[in-house]
């Protein structure tokens, strides 16, 4: 099993930032890749990003390219989403995710965080 806490998230103007944290646990060695879903009301799940365990490549979402980043501390066993530019169309729950599987992008992941609230203002 793989436990992952969430941290970050909350309220923002448009064109503020928030970053995104998240710290994984127990059987790690399993994972591939470690990412972020978000649902908004009302709309499907949608892949943000994500990046693997072994050689940290990255994969993201053309609607948040050139404003997120996704990146790891291996040390920490933790990934972060750093969000900038944020628009109102970005608000949903954000959720961590990791995944056993090579299948990239996916909505359907192993393991969930607990999830947490982005609200974007106009």
């Known amino acids: 099993q793989v436990q992952l806490v969430e941290s970050g998230g909350g309220w923002v103007q448009a064109g503020g930032a928030l970053r995104l944290s998240c710290a994984a646990s127990g059987c790690t060695v399993s994972v591939y890749a470690m990412g972020w879903i978000r649902q908004a009301p009302g709309k499907e799940r949608e892949f943000v990003a994500a990046?693997?365990?072994?050689?940290?490549?990255?994969y993201i979402t053309d609607s948040v390219k050139g404003r997120f980043t996704i990146s790891r501390d291996n040390a920490k066993n933790t990934v972060y989403l750093q969000m900038n530019s944020l628009r109102p169309e970005d608000t949903a729950v954000y959720y961590c995710e990791a995944h056993q599987s090579s299948l990239i992008p996916t909505t359907n992941p192993q393991y969930w965080g607990q999830g947490t609230q982005v609200t974007v203002s106009s």
């Open positions: 990046i693997t365990w072994i050689g940290s490549a990255k």
